[in-house]
């Protein structure tokens, strides 16, 4: 028994080396600071891998630029708004506040630009038709529009109270009800019920071909590439696609005008009042 002790003591000596810590007690090491320490470092690496993507997502970029925007900073949440458009999503939202960004930052040539591209996806809303009517109030250019038929002024102010989805959605509505006109005309055995099928059903298609009709306007409304705002503060307007040509007029940031011809980095504009020339690609952006 006396010859055991010896042996388990020095066992258990033994067994502590071993779970000793290489190089020293821990305590004889020196303290490392959070930027020292690789595990730190790490955690901050990994951390910094996780936050950035974080900020580059849409919700991301949305929330800061919102929220440059609240803060009085419109230059930063434009170009924040920019970039998540630069990624691909579109919205009436996304158009509308960049378009507010812009007017804050002074910048009316984009911010009629992104007003008229939020309109073209939402034609009756109220807000975007009255934040670009004042932010053309701004522009330098006063040109007289050409006045047309007052026909057609109305036509197109009851066609841009809904969108083309609104307008296709409408008039399946509308042929639906002229075809349970129809039935009724057809299998009614009353006179009076009769004509009311006849009469209901020749309204209904009547509403449905204007209803197709308005949808195809506002898509193709929407889908125009003919429209384009002038971006520089000024840019003259040539009589031919050459810089040495004679200048006609001058149109200053914010006009619209349509694209008309294309001849290499030159476009042929028409304006409202019906004066036509050549500009520069560069100096418009279509809408």
């Not at 993507?53 to 920019?82: F, H, Q, S, V």
């Not at 009076?192 to 009547?206: C, D, E, H, Q």
């Not at 840019?235 to 040509?245: E, L």
């Not at 149109?251 to 042929?268: I, K, M, P, Q």
Request: charged share 20%.
């Amino acid at each position: 028994m006396k010859r055991l002790i010896p042996i388990v003591l020095l066992a258990l000596a033994t067994s502590a080396a071993l779970l000793a810590p290489a190089g020293g007690h821990a305590q004889d090491a020196a303290p490392q600071t959070s930027a020292e320490s690789p595990a730190a470092a790490a955690a901050e690496t990994a951390g910094e891998h996780l936050e950035a993507p974080a900020a580059a997502t849409p919700n991301g970029l949305w929330d800061r630029a919102n929220t440059a925007y609240i803060n009085g900073d419109y230059r930063t949440a434009a170009e924040t708004y920019e970039q998540l458009l630069a990624q691909g999503p579109v919205s009436v939202k996304l158009y509308y506040n960049l378009a507010n960004a812009y007017f804050k930052s002074d910048r009316p040539g984009k911010a009629i630009l992104y007003y008229r591209r939020a309109l073209r996806l939402a034609p009756g809303n109220g807000d975007i038709r009255y934040n670009l009517s004042v932010a053309e109030a701004r522009t330098k250019d006063n040109i007289e529009r050409i006045p047309e038929f007052f026909a057609v002024t109305w036509l197109r102010g009851i066609r841009q109270t809904m969108g083309c989805t609104a307008w296709t959605v409408l008039s399946l509505l509308f042929l639906s009800g002229g075809l349970a006109f129809l039935l009724l005309f057809l299998l009614a055995q009353r006179l009076s019920w009769r004509k009311t099928g006849f009469y209901g059903t020749l309204v209904a298609m009547l509403l449905f071909v204007a209803a197709t009709l308005f949808a195809a306007a506002e898509r193709r409304s929407m889908l125009d590439r003919t429209e384009a705002v002038v971006m520089p503060a000024s840019a003259a307007v040539k009589s031919s696609p050459d810089n040495s040509a004679t200048d006609l007029f001058l149109l200053h940031e914010g006009t619209v005008v349509t694209v008309t011809d294309r001849l290499d980095d030159w476009c042929e504009i028409v304006i409202d009042d019906g004066k036509k020339g050549w500009i520069e690609n560069r100096k418009i952006e279509i809408i």
